[in-house]
């Protein structure tokens, strides 16, 4: 198993950046790919990105492709959501999750066995 801590969130104004974090604790992060959520009240949680286990190959969705970038230091244990350009849009909170290596990307809430608690990200206009 993996436990997942996500940090960085807090409030910023629109056009602004927040580094997000993912920390895994347990089996080694490698034998993971990694991919963030995010949910808004009153909505469902959806899809931002995704990676493989190497980080080799991402996936974004359209909202947010070409402003996100997700990266993995896998010595560190750790993964990450560059966010650029934030919109008020963009305010949710936001979930790293994680599922055994394989099988390409994964843009499914139910292909993730372990998630995060999740951290705020609230973008002011």
């Known amino acids: 198993q993996v436990q997942l801590v996500e940090s960085g969130g807090g409030l910023v104004q629109a056009g602004g950046s927040l580094r997000l974090s993912c920390a895994a604790s347990g089996r080694t992060f490698s034998s993971y790919a990694m991919g963030w959520f995010r949910q808004a009240p009153g909505k469902e949680r959806v899809f931002v990105a995704a990676?493989?286990?190497?980080?080799?190959?991402?996936y974004y969705g359209g909202s947010v492709k070409g402003r996100f970038t997700i990266s993995r230091d896998n010595a560190k244990n750790t993964g990450y959501l560059q966010m650029n350009s934030l919109k008020p849009e963009d305010t949710a909170v936001y979930y790293c999750?994680?599922?055994?290596?394989?099988?390409?990307?994964?843009?499914?809430?139910?292909?993730?066995?372990?998630w995060g608690q999740g951290t705020q990200v609230t973008v002011s206009s």
């Open positions: 990676d493989t286990w190497s980080g080799g190959i991402t």
């Open positions: 999750a994680a599922r055994p290596r394989g099988g390409g990307i994964k843009t499914e809430t139910k292909e993730y066995d372990y």
